[in-house]
């Protein structure tokens, strides 16, 4: 091989540096480009920083699998925008994540958090006082032990002018204070006129001036000495020694900002539009290399909280990621929707690497749009992108999908968190399923009516209806005294204007307006279940181990310790909900394990939920 690398061939299969996007679109369809792209399907090492950077790779695939007309026809319709819009990916060093991984942050994110943390004032001043005070200190208290200042020899018998020496080491001594408090102001102990430090320096300075102390502050004196003395020790014993190679190794810890710092040029090199598949290396130990990059000690563990900020990037399955507390909320949980829904549609393809190709185009993120063919609902309309619909015969029904994905995300909610109901995004995000989904009703998303006419959203009324045909004659129904006939005449009628007049007398704030009012919005997530109703009758929810576990999940949200009003209340109406889609032998038991429960509460606890558990037993005591 040529040893001038200016002269070195290229590598077959890899484009020559500097191609337009026109020319690495024809590159990649010569005998070596293809073979390149089916190198990086099977490896999965490829980056795509937009969807349309997924074109080629599905040309490759769709050549591989013996479909030559169908990746010719590809060509063909993306071939006029090859001049302005690359649809080659990026080579990368690590493997797309498995195509059944989510994130709740990615890299950049972390990154961004890291470099926000700044130094942390009361951590500085603690420094600053163990470092620069501490010894000034200890200076000072043995200058004055020296002088005869202590309990025993009575600091107001020898608080005279002193040698010539003794003068002179004082003055050295402010001269040094002096210095010390122009240099170093994080620390304000020192300026506390009523401090012991500071009471010896003001009696230092009466000696350094030559004046004899006043009755009042040699006093001041004694007692100051005597309380460091009993407090610290003696400087130089054996005690004081101890405490301060304490406070010493506790002063050499570097500071959390520093740490993160390192840990930020760990994550420098990683592509800041994903998340992490094993995070071990990024949150480990300072290693010797680093430490004589940066001056940080080798072996110095990275903190608690920066590992937390790095680990929240790790990319893994979602069963994974809730067992470790990685998606500590149903609101996080709506945050990763859009992963899931990508996961969930990449796993109805037949081969492994059109999964991964599939979920990697799914998680692509872009600064500008196409409107050729892109649009804001990714996940809605990313199955009409050219190259998608030209691998689309390889994937499962789209329908069927979608709904399967549906009560995947409605299972995760409800199992994870059975005490939240489901956050606004995660409504979001399968009402944009149900149409794929082609189901018949919409989901009703928050705000639940118009603020200008007071009206019920539509979509409202339909999840009413969906409510009462699942909970008439449950527990449900009788617990919060619904008159089911009555919904469902404001159903049959499309009485909007009714249904919020309902919702205002059940709350007891007849006239009040349904959006913008805590407790009629209540209401109306009551009668509507906050559409749990509408993804078991529509979708077919049904969690994991049946409703009998979410049942528990909901009381415990609703007595634990981190409870509020707010989300005890959300969490009780969870409870009726799953209990009523409990049979007669699952409802016994789970009542059975409540009673036992609230035997246990903290007084405060039991008596907060006395009135709604008795209402409880006596809904569900009711044949």
């Known amino acids: 091989m040529d040893r001038n690398t200016g002269n070195r061939p290229p590598t077959p299969g890899l484009p020559a540096p500097g191609l337009s996007t026109a020319g690495l679109f024809d590159h990649y369809l010569t005998d070596g480009g293809l073979a390149r792209l089916w190198s990086l399907l099977d490896s999965g090492r490829y980056d795509l920083r937009a969807p349309e950077e997924a074109a080629l790779l599905c040309v490759a695939w769709l050549v591989r699998a013996g479909e030559t007309g169908a990746a010719a026809a590809l060509v063909e319709e993306v071939r006029p925008f090859a001049g ?91 001269a040094r204070y002096r210095r010390l408090a122009a240099a170093h102001t994080r620390c304000t102990e020192h300026l506390d006129p009523k401090s012991n430090p500071a009471v010896l320096r003001r009696a230092l300075q009466e000696r350094v001036a030559g004046r004899e102390l006043s009755p009042r502050l040699a006093g001041l004196l004694r007692r100051a000495v005597a309380s460091m003395v009993a407090k610290r020790g003696r400087p130089g014993s054996a005690e004081h020694a101890r405490l301060r190679r304490t406070q010493a190794l506790q002063a050499e810890q570097p500071a959390h900002h520093d740490l993160a710092a390192l840990v930020l040029r760990r994550l420098a090199p990683l592509d800041a539009s994903r998340g992490l598949e094993d995070v071990g290396p990024l949150i480990g130990p300072v290693t010797a290399e680093e430490a004589a990059e940066c001056g940080l000690p080798a072996g110095t563990v990275v903190p608690a909280s920066v590992r937390a900020a790095v680990t929240a990037a790790r990319s893994a399955p979602l069963d994974t990621l809730l067992e470790h507390g990685l998606v500590p909320s149903a609101e996080v949980l709506g945050e990763v929707a859009e992963q899931l829904i990508a996961t969930h549609t990449a796993r109805g393809y037949a081969d492994a690497s059109l999964r991964t190709l599939i979920a990697a185009t799914y998680r692509a993120r872009r600064d500008r749009r196409y409107p050729l063919w892109w649009n804001p609902e990714h996940h809605a309309r990313i199955s009409d992108l050219p190259w998608v619909r030209a691998v689309a015969p390889w994937a499962a029904d789209p ?66 209806q969906t409510a009462a045909g699942l909970l008439r004659g449950t527990v449900y129904e009788r617990y919060h005294g619904i008159d ?62 049946g409703w009998e576990g979410p049942a528990r999940g909901a009381f415990a949200a609703a007595t634990g310790p981190a409870a509020t009003a707010k989300s005890a209340a959300r969490a009780w109406r969870q409870l009726l909900f799953h209990l009523a889609l409990c049979d007669a032998d699952e409802q016994a038991r789970v009542l059975g394990w409540i009673d036992e429960r609230a035997a246990r509460l903290p007084a405060r606890a039991a008596a907060r939920i006395a009135l709604p558990l008795a209402d409880l037993r006596l809904a569900a005591a009711v044949p």
């Open 84 to 174: 302005e819009v690359r649809f080659a990916p990026h080579p990368a060093d690590r493997p797309q994540p498995g195509a059944d991984a989510v994130h709740v942050r990615t890299v950049g994110e972390v990154s961004g958090a890291l470099a926000r943390r700044a130094p942390r004032p009361g951590i500085e001043a603690q420094h600053e006082a163990l470092t620069v005070w501490r010894p000034f200190e200890d200076a000072l208290l043995d200058h004055w032990l020296r002088a005869g200042a202590d309990a025993e020899e009575g600091a107001g018998q020898s608080s005279g002018r002193g040698t010539g020496s003794d003068a002179g080491e004082g003055a050295a001594l402010l």
């Open 484 to 545: 089911y006939a009555v919904v469902q005449e404001l159903v049959d009628t499309g009485d909007r204007y009714g249904f919020a007049r309902l919702c205002a007398e059940r709350a007891g704030r007849p006239g009040h307006p349904l959006a913008g009012d805590a407790a009629v919005m209540e209401q109306a997530r009551i009668l509507t279940t906050s559409n749990l109703a509408t993804l078991v009758v529509h979708a077919g929810l049904t969690p994991r181990g």
């Open 399 to 464: 329908v069927e999908e979608a709904r399967s994905t549906l009560r995947m995300l409605g299972e995760a909610c409800v199992r994870a968190f059975p005490g939240a109901g489901l956050p606004n995004l995660h409504v979001k995000a399968l009402s944009g399923l149900a149409r794929l989904a082609e189901l018949p009703v919409p989901f009703a998303a928050e705000p639940l009516a118009d603020a200008r006419s007071a009206m019920a959203a539509p979509a409202v009324l339909t999840a009413a």
